[in-house]
């Protein structure tokens, strides 16, 4: 079991930064791969990035793809959000996600691949 609390949202204006941290508990946080998702109002949850639970690999939705970078620090027990160029389309909850992994390089894309969730937290874009 791990448990996860995300932190680091806020309001920030266009064109800002914000960087999300996502903390998680218990011991062997390096056999996780993780995700980050968000959710705006009224649309499904999704995908914004996956990191592979050596942090070799990563992967982006097409529309942070160059904006948003995702880093995790295996002894600290956190994974990252580094969120550039914010807009207004960027407002959502967003949500850390953790899955065991068998493999080094494997990170994960969809919903149901994933067994633990952080509760979310706020990021408003003003425009």
């Known amino acids: 079991q791990v448990q996860l609390v995300e932190s680091g949202g806020g309001l920030v204006q266009a064109g800002g930064s914000l960087r999300l941290s996502c903390a998680a508990s218990?011991?062997?946080?390096?056999?996780?791969?993780m995700g980050w998702f968000r959710q705006a109002p009224g649309k499904e949850r999704e995908f914004v990035a996956g990191i592979s639970r050596s942090g070799g690999n990563t992967y982006y939705a097409d529309s942070v793809k160059g904006r948003f970078t995702m880093s995790r620090d295996n002894a600290k027990n956190t994974v990252y959000l580094q969120m550039n160029s914010l807009n207004a389309e960027d407002t959502a909850v967003y949500y850390c996600?953790?899955?065991?992994?068998?493999?080094?390089?494997?990170?994960?894309?969809?919903?149901?691949?994933?067994?633990?969730w952080g509760q979310g937290t706020q990021v408003t874009v003003s425009s």
């Open positions: 996600a953790a899955r065991q992994s068998l493999y080094n390089t494997n990170y994960y894309t969809e919903r149901v691949q994933y067994n633990y």
């Open positions: 218990g011991r062997s946080f390096s056999i996780y791969a």
